[in-house]
C-alpha cells in the first residue's frame, strides 16, 4: 500500500527502545497518526470495501491511538504544565489541544463501532454518516499533531527534566504493558 510521494503507508509497531526516550518515541507516533489518516480517507474513498484494512485501522484505534492520547493527556501534558514558564503561555495551548482529544476520541468510537460493523455484515454498503466521520477525523487529526509537533515537543524537549523524561518513559511503558497484560487476560478467558 503506497500513498503519494510512494512511501510505504504501514502503520507498524514502533521498536520498544524507543520509549527510552519518551518525546522521540511521541513524534514517530505522530508519524503513524499521518498513516492512519491516510487509510481513514482511503476507506472512506474506496469502492470496494477492504475487511482486513477496516480491522487494522480499528485495532489500532483502540490500542495504540488510545495509549498515545493518554500518554499526552495523563503525563505529558501535565509535566509540561508543571515545568512551563509564564512566558511559554502553554496552558491555552494544552487545553484546546486537549478538547480536540476528546473529540477525536467520540469520532473514533464512532469509526471502530462503524467499521466492525460493516465487517460483520460486508453485504452493507458504508454510510455517507461514517465516510464523513473519517475523512473529518483525518482533517482534525492532521491538523492537531501539526501542532504538537510544532509547540508542544519541542517545548518538552527545553523544558522537560532528564528525571520527567525518565518518569514519563516508565509510565508509557508500563501503559502498554498494562494493555499487554489485559489482551492476554482476555485471550486466555476466551480458551
Ligand atoms: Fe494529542
Ligand atoms: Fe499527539
Redesign the pocket.
Known amino acids: 500500500m503506497t500513498a503519494p510521494g510512494g512511501r510505504l503507508q504501514r502503520l507498524e509497531p514502533l521498536p520498544a527502545r524507543l520509549l527510552a526516550t519518551p518525546l522521540d518515541f511521541i513524534l514517530a507516533d505522530h508519524h503513524r497518526h499521518r498513516v492512519l489518516c491516510y487509510l481513514c480517507e482511503k476507506l472512506a474513498d474506496a469502492g470496494e470495501f477492504d475487511t482486513v484494512l477496516a480491522a487494522l485501522v480499528a485495532d489500532h484505534i483502540e490500542t495504540e491511538l488510545m495509549d ?2 493518554f500518554d ?2 495523563q503525563d505529558l501534558f501535565p509535566l509540561l504544565r508543571r515545568r512551563a514558564k509564564p512566558e511559554d503561555d502553554i496552558k491555552p495551548v494544552l487545553a484546546h ?1 486537549a478538547g ?2 476528546a473529540d ?1 476520541e467520540k469520532r473514533a468510537t464512532k469509526i471502530v463501532t462503524g467499521l466492525r460493523r460493516i465487517i460483520a455484515y460486508p453485504d452493507k454498503p458504508m454510510s455517507a454518516a461514517l465516510q464523513r466521520i473519517l475523512r473529518k477525523f483525518a482533517a482534525s487529526e492532521r491538523r ?2 501539526a501542532l ?1 509537533n510544532a509547540i ?1 515537543i519541542p517545548l518538552a524537549k527545553v523544558r522537560l527534566t532528564a528525571k520527567d523524561q525518565a518518569d514519563l518513559s516508565e509510565r508509557m511503558a508500563a501503559r502498554r504493558r498494562a494493555r499487554l497484560a489485559d489482551t492476554a487476560g482476555s485471550e486466555d478467558d476466551a480458551d
Request: aromatic share 0%; no cysteine; glycine share 0%.
Open positions: 498515545h492520547i499526552e493527556e489541544l480536540e482529544h477525536d492537531h499533531l504538537e508542544v
